[in-house]
T-cell receptor, first 113, second 115 residues
Framework: SQQGEEDPQALSIQEGENATMNCSYK?????LQWYRQNSGRGLVHLIL?????REKHSGRLRVTLDTSKKSSSLLITASRAADTASYFC?????????????FGPGTRLSVLP | DTEVTQTPKHLVMGMTNKKSLKCEQH?????MYWYKQKAKKPPELMFV???????INESVPSRFSPECPNSSLLNLHLHALQPEDSALYLC??????????????FGPGTRLTVL
């Protein structure tokens, strides 16, 4: 079942610019996590934000969470070519089948040198 | 050691073969996960083990059989697979959360091709 949806599906920016990716979800969550994946290999955890938190920072990353709108955003500032990857949000939530952990479809980010 | 290792990196198998994927972590994590990921799609959760007990089985066909021999190892036994099972299989581990899922550490995956 698809819980999170990312927007945009693909984003292309110049090095040094900021990149913003959005994630929407449907049900109440315990937490929302952002992951990065390079070239179809393993995922790397970026940030976990809990349902009672509104904003978190980690280096050049800023994540916001609006539970009233069931949405989150990931901002990457001063982007670098090495930030080129797919970015996924994932929600920890309870549905009809119990506790579940579902990834959104992802945003493919290309940072051009 | 903050690494999750997976073997093999690549696997090609016929529909009548039996093979196993292996995953190992030495971070003391007591939750381990199997995911399936098709090209240009997000990972889909297959199984979750918590304290070596299967806690979540996302209605995965019985041709996939997970096993957790101890707290560091996770196997996925494959038998009579179909070509549509070709995908990247990802293993992950995490601390067991008091409520919900914690930050997961992923292995590099096994790219499986079923002929």
């Amino acid at each position: 079942s698809q819980q999170g949806e990312e927007d945009p599906q693909a984003l292309s920016i110049q090095e040094g610019e900021n990149a913003t990716m959005n994630c929407s979800y449907k049900t109440s969550i315990n937490n929302l996590q952002w992951y990065r994946q390079n070239s179809g290999r393993g995922l790397v955890h970026l940030i976990l934000i809990r349902s009672n938190e509104r904003e978190k920072h980690s280096g050049r990353l800023r994540v916001t969470l609006d539970t009233s709108k069931k949405s989150s955003s990931l901002l990457i500032t001063a982007s670098r070519a090495a930030d080129t990857a797919s970015y996924f949000c994932a929600t920890d939530h309870r549905d009809n089948y119990g506790q579940n952990f579902v990834f959104g479809p992802g945003t493919r980010l290309s940072v051009l040198p | 050691d903050t690494e999750v290792t997976q073997t093999p990196k690549h696997l090609v198998m016929g529909m009548t073969n039996k093979k196993s994927l292996k995953c190992e972590q030495h971070m003391g994590h007591r939750a381990m996960y199997w995911y399936k990921q098709k090209a240009k799609k997000p990972p889909e959760l297959m199984f979750v083990y918590s304290y070596e007990k299967l806690s979540i089985n996302e209605s995965v066909p019985s041709r996939f059989s997970p096993e957790c021999p101890n707290s560091s190892l996770l196997n996925l036994h494959l038998h009579a697979l179909q070509p549509e099972d070709s995908a990247l299989y990802l293993c992950a581990s995490s601390q067991v959360g008091l409520a919900g899922y914690n930050e997961q550490f992923f292995g590099p995956g096994t790219r499986l091709t079923v002929l």
